[in-house]
């Protein structure tokens, strides 16, 4: 299981570098906007300024607090927004009083403008809050209103971003319950088991998202023989699964997003079993190491294939939160379960049972951009 596991692990580190390639310049010029324009029309709100979006690490080197705001990159010479006192590397806040998120929301609000409006604009410059009223302009000449155009407009399916994720798994315990009631352990809950794992994915274009999860569970019981006081006896259980995910999202409204997505992978259940009596000697032609002890690893893996829908909204540029529901199934070619060797090869288990690995997931939880 662990050998699985690693590879998996590989794969999800594949797809965080697929993730940091695409996420940032596959979709260039993500979440920056030229607003030079309202729209086609004269009659619109015009400031002359390039806008994006503000990532954590540009946050960080600017020492900006917030969560909030679009970063002004460019103030056009002659345009309002220079009338109005913007410069570059301001952070522009709100509007007539409503807080800019982000560039999506500011071109939300500006559409509600007209131009001769006296407004305030909030912004913050250098570790200082600014805040002043003006008169919003419009395009007053043809020149003026076609000499700039957006350029782009941010993704509003979003680009990605990555998170630890519990997930609560409901597949079949009944045969590892079974194994473990006849070696006198308490069952594991028979309702499912809460996995934790990690994860993250990027936009590659056309609302197609890559990424990666790997997720597990484990737990280890001890407990004295109840057939000889000499003796303890041990299990660690493990279970878990992971691979590349591929997901397609769509806008539902206003900084609220679904997707449909599958996971293609790896995984299965791990069971260690050992029973001593702490007595080992160091063997000889008439002694053997063991004295009685025995120590070995089973498994059982699986091809795994994950159906899944999500539902995630974006609480602030760098945080949103997530739910999913997804289908785990498990396909394996071989026959019961396996004994683990030191070279990587495996011995069937005999009369093991050929135990399932398939059932509903859930998930919730926090997620570390959009």
């Not at 407990?223 to 992971?242: C, L």
């Not at 495996?346 to 135990?355: G, L, Q």
Request: net charge negative; charged share 20%; hydrophobic share 35%.
């Amino acid at each position: 299981m662990e050998v699985h596991m690693r590879k998996v692990l590989l794969i999800i580190l594949l797809a965080a570098a697929v993730n940091m390639a695409f996420g940032t310049c596959g979709d260039h010029g993500m979440g920056k906007m030229v607003f030079m324009t309202g729209d086609a029309q004269a009659s619109a709100v015009f400031f002359g300024i390039v806008v994006e979006d503000i990532d954590a690490k540009t946050a960080e080197a600017m020492d900006y607090p917030y969560g909030y705001g679009i970063l002004i990159t460019t103030v056009v010479p002659g345009s309002p927004a220079e009338g109005y006192g913007l410069q570059a590397n301001d952070v522009l806040t709100s509007i007539d009083g409503e807080t800019v998120k982000d560039t999506e929301d500011f071109d939300e609000i500006r559409e509600d403008l007209e131009p001769g409006e006296v407004v305030s604009i909030g912004y913050w410059r250098a570790g200082k809050d600014f805040n002043k009223e003006v008169t919003l302009q419009g395009r007053d000449t043809p020149q003026m209103q076609y000499q700039f155009q957006k350029q782009r407009t941010p993704s509003k399916v979003g680009s990605g971003g990555g998170s630890f994720i519990p997930m609560w798994c409901m597949i079949d315990m009944d045969d590892v319950n079974a194994l473990l009631e006849g070696l006198h352990f308490k069952p594991i809950g028979d309702k499912g088991i809460l996995m934790q794992g990690i994860g993250g994915k990027g936009h590659i274009g056309k609302g197609f998202f890559v990424g990666g999860v790997i997720t597990s569970y484990s737990d280890n019981y001890k407990q004295n023989n109840p057939d000889s006081v000499r003796y303890h006896d041990y299990v660690r259980y493990e279970s878990g699964f992971g691979g590349v995910t591929l997901d397609k999202r769509f806008p539902i409204c206003k900084n609220f997003v679904g997707s449909l997505g599958v996971l293609l992978g790896g995984g299965g259940h791990t069971i260690e079993l050992m029973h001593s009596n702490a007595d080992y000697s160091w063997p000889d032609n008439n002694t053997e190491f063991t004295s009685g002890n025995y120590h070995s690893t089973i498994n059982r893996s699986y091809m795994i294939v994950q159906p899944k829908a999500e539902l995630m909204y974006r609480l602030l540029n760098w945080l949103s939160i997530r739910a999913e529901v997804g289908y785990v199934y498990g396909y394996t070619g071989k026959e019961g379960w396996r004994v683990e060797g030191l070279a990587d090869e495996t011995f069937y288990v005999k009369n093991s049972p050929n135990t399932p690995y398939r059932g509903l997931t859930f998930s919730i939880g926090p997620w570390f951009g959009f």
